[in-house]
């Protein structure tokens, strides 16, 4: 691939970038340079930056050639430069820089008569918005003649490129695009796309069946206690807001958020399909992370509550979970909501604010970390002292057997929805500690592999915390009878199964 007087480190870099893209041909050749040149005889692999815009692999005639003309402009604003016949060779900062879509870009520059352009991706493997569009599906891009490709150099032959290039006459034809096969990829698939995705959808589904029934419940309720003749829709809206829990607030969130990123990332499959338009596919990257990790903290707080009797501690973690400061455990909510929405709406209009991402996903991962943790030791615990002394802890607390079962299943619950946002944060912290891994087709797999199942996962054990039970209550509640069956009289005697909120 590469030859000619190099640096070691040169040398290392794009033997490293060779190996990655093993099995395709180089694209971009720089054939007049003088012998001792950095650009002598090299050839760099270049794939169209997407599907949708310009000559694509496999077109006839599609290679193009001029001389390298540097560009660092805005490729978001109408240009004033005219560069007919040439090859625009873009800095770093103008490519990743352009806060519009890909096919404006792409028009913007095909205004200056350019015959091709080259985006540089240091380091990375080019290019993963194989199937990102604007909705349009390249209506107005695909069949033009400018190429538009993007290469991935290491920094030493970046800036190689960039002090020598501009002048030389370049030749630049569309390569196949390796992440092509990633994407449809079994692994890809299954354990990005298909696994959590529908783990997601079947989660937010059963959230709202869950959440039906407990208002059932609460309906229930309200008619019990209130006679025919005083029930209004003000009242019964003021009964159910009262009696409205963290529980109820959980399985709504679920409801919403999991289902909604379940389809999203069904239908777009994290980049590995053209379905989802650019912007939609970026809102939902994270799967509405922030809102999961809010979800987490209630559901938290609703075992600490219930575990206290047995395993209950004075540390500031479990005493905010608790309720005990009310202002910091809303502000823990908010944040992390808020965060995340932002980065999805920067994400969303084309923006690249590195310094926002990596604050916002640094402070997410401390929180979720430090609370799964924080809950998981108590889950540990909890098992541990249960396993002793049960029947001891259980009689000097004073709690009933159908007490214990609901402990028993948040704990699980609990222990599921720790495990499974340590898989998030692991995921998190292999892309946070190896950039250039992250940046390759197996480490972005495995990466957001572990990020999104863990992500599906915490979802399904907090739904299922939340569980409503059916029991056997004695018929002390006769109007509950009375409505249910319509003809039952009230003073028979009886028992009627009804939902209990837990």
């Known amino acids: 691939m590469l030859c000619g007087t190099w640096s070691l480190a040169s040398l290392v870099a794009v033997a490293h970038l060779a190996f990655n893209i093993a099995g395709v041909r180089s694209s971009v050749t720089f054939l007049t340079v003088p ?61 990743s820089g352009a806060g519009c879509s890909f096919e404006d870009r792409y028009l913007t520059l095909y205004a200056t008569g350019a015959s091709a352009v080259i985006l540089p991706f240091v380091d990375g493997i080019p290019s993963y918005d194989l199937y990102s569009n604007d909705g349009s599906k390249g209506a107005h891009t695909r069949d033009l003649p400018m190429l538009f ?51 997601m959808i079947a989660s937010g589904v059963t959230a709202a069946v869950f959440f039906a029934f407990h208002m059932r419940i609460l309906d229930r309720q309200y008619r019990s206690a209130v006679p025919v003749s005083r ?44 379905y989802l338009s650019y912007p939609v596919g970026e809102f939902f990257l994270s799967l509405l992370g922030g809102w999961g990790s809010a979800s987490s903290l209630l559901s938290a707080s609703v075992w600490v509550r219930h575990a206290k009797q047995i395993v209950d501690s004075k540390s500031l973690l479990n005493r905010i979970l608790r309720g005990d400061y009310p202002i910091t455990f809303a502000a823990l909510l908010v944040i992390p909501v808020a965060m995340d929405t932002a980065i999805s709406i920067v994400f969303a209009i084309y923006y690249d604010m590195a310094l926002l991402s990596k604050l916002a996903s640094g402070i997410m991962f401390l929180v979720q970390l430090t609370v799964s943790l924080h809950v998981l030791a108590g889950v540990l615990r909890y098992y541990w002292i ?3 002394v049960q029947e001891q802890t259980a009689q000097a607390a004073g709690r009933s057997t159908g007490t214990d079962q609901i402990l028993g299943r948040l704990s699980r619950c609990a222990l599921g929805m720790s495990l499974s946002t340590i898989m998030v944060c692991s995921g998190t912290a292999l892309m946070a500690a190896s950039p250039v891994f992250l940046l390759t087709t197996s480490g972005r797999t495995v990466s957001f592999s572990l990020a999104y199942i863990g992500r599906s996962l915490d979802s399904a054990f907090r739904v299922a915390m939340f569980k409503p039970r059916f029991t056997l209550l004695p018929s002390t509640t006769l109007s509950v009878v009375a409505t249910v069956t319509k003809s039952q009289k009230s003073h028979n005697a009886g028992t009627a199964a009804v939902l209990r909120l837990e």
Not at 51 to 63: I, L, Y
Not at 155 to 171: E, M, R, V
Not at 259 to 267: E, P, Y
């Open 35 to 95: 012998p001792g040149s950095p650009l002598f005889a090299l050839d760099l692999y270049a794939t169209p930056l997407t599907s949708f815009v310009g000559p694509q692999p496999g077109v006839v005639n599609s290679a193009r050639s001029g001389p390298i003309v540097l560009f660092d402009g805005d490729m978001c604003k109408p240009m004033v430069m005219r560069a007919p016949g040439c090859v625009l060779l873009a800095t770093t900062a103008a490519a």
């Open 149 to 199: 490709v993007q290469i991935g150099p290491s920094i030493a032959l970046y800036n190689a490129l960039i002090t020598n290039g501009p002048g030389q006459n370049a030749t630049v034809s569309p390569d196949v695009n390796v992440w092509q096969a990633t994407y449809a990829s079994w692994r890809y698939q299954i354990f990005i796309r298909i696994l959590p995705s529908a783990i």
């Open 231 to 274: 029930r209004s829709l003000s009242r019964w809206a003021t009964h159910t807001s009262g009696s409205f829990t963290r529980a109820h607030t959980v399985l709504v969130v679920e409801m919403i958020t999991a289902t909604v990123s379940g389809i999203a990332l069904a239908i777009g499959g994290f980049h590995s399909t053209p």
């Open 386 to 388: 249960v396993r002793n």
